[in-house]
Nanobody, 125 residues
Framework: QVQLVESGGGLVQAGGSLRLSCAASGRTFSTYAMGWFRQAPGKERECVAIISDGGGFTYYADSVKGRVTISRDNAKNTVYLQLNNLKPEDTATYYC??????????????????WGQGTQVTVSS
């Protein structure tokens, strides 16, 4: 059974940093895109960052570009999200996700079939 376990969320002051991790188990995902989405209270879930299977291609939402870095370690079946210069508007529950199909790079939520339970990021002003 596939499991995605996230860690690294927390409470941080504006301007601070956090590193989110998401470890997958149950199968190998080295040929699947992985990503991070977030959902703030009262808002729809949005794509934050995506990384291709080999790590050669990345996508960042405009709202986080320049402040966020996504990376992965296929040997550990893990994806990371480094969040820097955090802003109060970054406050949300962050979810890691893995694509439904191999070799497919997408920012569309329904292209992702495996999801973590979510980790809360709260940024105080």
């Amino acid at each position: 059974q596939v499991q995605l376990v996230e860690s690294g969320g927390g409470l941080v002051q504006a301007g601070g940093s956090l590193r989110l991790s998401c470890a997958a188990s149950g199968r190998t995902f080295s040929t699947y895109a992985m990503g991070w989405f977030r959902q703030a209270p009262g808002k729809e879930r949005e794509c934050v960052a995506i990384i291709s299977d080999g790590g050669g291609f990345t996508y960042y939402a405009d709202s986080v570009k320049g402040r966020v870095t996504i990376s992965r370690d296929n040997a550990k079946n893990t994806v990371y999200l480094q969040l820097n210069n955090l802003k109060p508007e970054d406050t949300a529950t962050y979810y890691c996700a893995i694509a439904r199909r191999s070799w497919r790079f997408s920012t569309t939520e329904n292209e992702y079939g495996y999801w973590g339970q979510g980790t809360q990021v709260t940024v105080s002003s």
